[in-house]
């Protein structure tokens, strides 16, 4: 039995599709969060084709929260109903503090063509202290979870999703299916005893376990593997496919097309820095002597966020270790081996507290390799940004950084308010994602290179197995 579950519902109906799962899983406690904003909820339907189409934009909420907490209660549940102000992705993180599991819906629209998580659901996911199961709001009847799917890629960090699929098989009385994907065919021979010995291992602690292992790209696999009624539940920071949860990724593909609902675990962070900064060379390296990046990321509504996330997991690969922060909580950087710094890009320029951090590091900056990059400009016509920010130049003298580049956007106009709407359409940007993944992940590998001679021994498979 969990303890806490925690449930935003933003006044959809589509929203309230979680409360099945939720119904089904056991808990001593359950919150339900709804947070009013300045504006309108927007409600949806489902047409005969299955597309989940707007309606109409007016404030209130399509269903009662309130008998959504009887429902609940009569379960025995201890039932909270908070209503809340403000922004939606700070107080839903605030309220994940207490929470043990949060299950929340994301939304699409055109059959969910749009490829992401949704920038509230992906926030909770990358920042929130509690795994998250995301549904799907398709406007369709939830099956009842009959098993607990958990892929592995045989290494360690998919395997951190194990502990909360069997506290979870445990709870529902479920079984466990263990899917393990590899490039070739001739790989499958290899990965059999690796996958014998993690059956096993839950086979003695007494669960009913089946497993699979498939040939063939990633998320393809998985998803002709899963059946009506899987629970998927996987880590976002691995190796090889599910190490990315960004357009594209493995966990996007999974929520956008998989039978069921999607438990995300945000795997361990690396260890921490020291808090004394040591400069000596040799004292500054990671883990087996690994050389150190701090990566900063100004973002307002998660897409820049999402690219620095991308870049941190590129350079992992390579063998570094990489510590994401934003600028307003960030360290100073004269204890890392080399600096990142991005920024979203409004009306051309960089946020405020981008430009603060690097005027209050500038120094230790300019004695380190830095590279600097943008985030922004869109449009499906030119999809290869040229104009620069606004005072880029004068970043990169502060800096002394070696590199920028600038990388195409995301607007997704269900993320802006009331005024950034109202800009949004007389300058007429053009709503969608127009990131390039590929160019983000061959620029991290270009500062891998550049950083190549301070990471000897770094793993020579890296190049051969991402992506």
């Known amino acids: 039995m969990f303890d806490h579950l925690l449930i935003p519902l933003d006044g959809s109906s589509l929203s309230a599709e979680v409360i099945p799962y939720v119904e089904q899983i056991p808990s001593r406690a359950v919150t339900l969060l709804t947070v009013n904003t300045d504006d309108p909820v927007r409600w949806h339907e489902v047409t005969p084709a299955g597309e989940v189409e707007r309606v109409r934009e007016e404030p209130g909420a399509p269903f009662s929260i309130d008998r959504i907490a009887e429902r609940l209660r009569y379960q025995g549940r201890t039932v909270d109903v908070l209503r809340k102000t403000g922004d939606p992705e700070e107080q839903i993180l605030a309220a994940v503090a207490a929470a043990d599991l949060v299950v929340m819906a994301t939304h699409g629209r055109g059959g969910m063509e749009r490829a992401m998580l949704g920038s509230v659901a992906d926030r909770v996911v990358r920042e929130g202290s509690a795994p998250t199961i995301v549904v799907r709001g398709q406007g369709a009847t939830a099956r009842p979870i009959t098993r607990i799917v958990v892929p592995l890629d045989g290494f360690a960090g998919a395997e951190g999703a194990l502990p909360i699929a069997t506290r979870l098989a445990a709870a529902l009385g479920l079984p466990i299916d263990l899917v393990l994907v590899v490039g070739?065919?001739?790989?499958?021979r290899d990965a059999a005893p690796y996958m014998?010995?993690?059956?096993?291992?839950?086979?003695?602690?007494?669960?009913?376990v089946s497993s699979d292992i498939r040939a063939g790209a990633t998320a393809e696999s998985?998803?002709?593997h899963l059946q009506p009624g899987d629970l998927v539940v996987m880590t976002t920071r691995g190796h090889g496919g599910v190490r990315r949860l960004v357009q594209g990724s493995v966990a996007d593909q999974l929520v956008r097309l998989a039978p069921g609902p999607v438990l995300i675990q945000r795997a361990a962070a690396a260890p921490e820095t020291p808090t004394k900064p040591d400069t000596r060379p040799e004292a500054r390296r990671g883990l087996g002597g690994r050389p150190s990046i701090l990566l900063i990321a100004a973002t307002k509504h998660g897409s820049t966020r999402e690219i620095a996330q991308s870049i941190a997991e590129e350079l992992e690969h390579r063998g570094f270790?990489?510590?994401?922060?934003?600028?307003?909580?960030?360290?100073?950087?004269?204890?890392y081996d080399a600096a990142i710094i991005g920024s979203a890009v409004y009306v051309g320029r960089w946020r405020p507290n981008a430009r603060e951090f690097i005027?209050?590091?500038?120094?230790?900056l300019r004695a380190m390799p830095v590279w600097l990059f943008s985030s922004g400009p869109l449009?499906?016509?030119?999809?290869?940004?040229?104009?620069?920010?606004?005072?880029?130049?004068?970043?990169m003298?502060?800096?002394?950084?070696?590199?920028?580049?600038?990388?195409?956007?995301?607007?997704?106009?269900?993320?802006?308010?009331?005024?950034?709407?109202?800009?949004?359409?007389?300058?007429k940007a053009p709503e969608g994602d127009f990131r390039d993944w590929p160019a983000i992940w061959n620029w991290a590998d270009e500062i891998a290179e550049a950083l190549a001679p301070a990471?000897?021994?770094r793993p020579d498979e890296a190049q051969s197995s991402r992506r």
């Open 184 to 188: 070739t065919p001739a790989e499958m």
């Open 196 to 208: 014998l010995d993690q059956v096993r291992r839950l086979q003695r602690d007494h669960f009913i």
């Open 222 to 224: 998985i998803l002709a």
């Open 321 to 335: 270790i990489v510590e994401l922060r934003a600028p307003d909580d960030a360290p100073n950087p004269e204890r």
């Open 359 to 364: 005027a209050q590091y500038r120094d230790q």
């Open 379 to 395: 449009g499906a016509d030119d999809l290869q940004p040229k104009g620069d920010p606004f005072r880029l130049p004068e970043l």
């Open 397 to 427: 003298e502060e800096t002394g950084a070696r590199g920028h580049r600038m990388f195409a956007g995301r607007l997704d106009k269900d993320d802006l308010n009331l005024g950034e709407r109202l800009l949004s359409k007389a300058v």
């Open 455 to 457: 990471s000897a021994g």
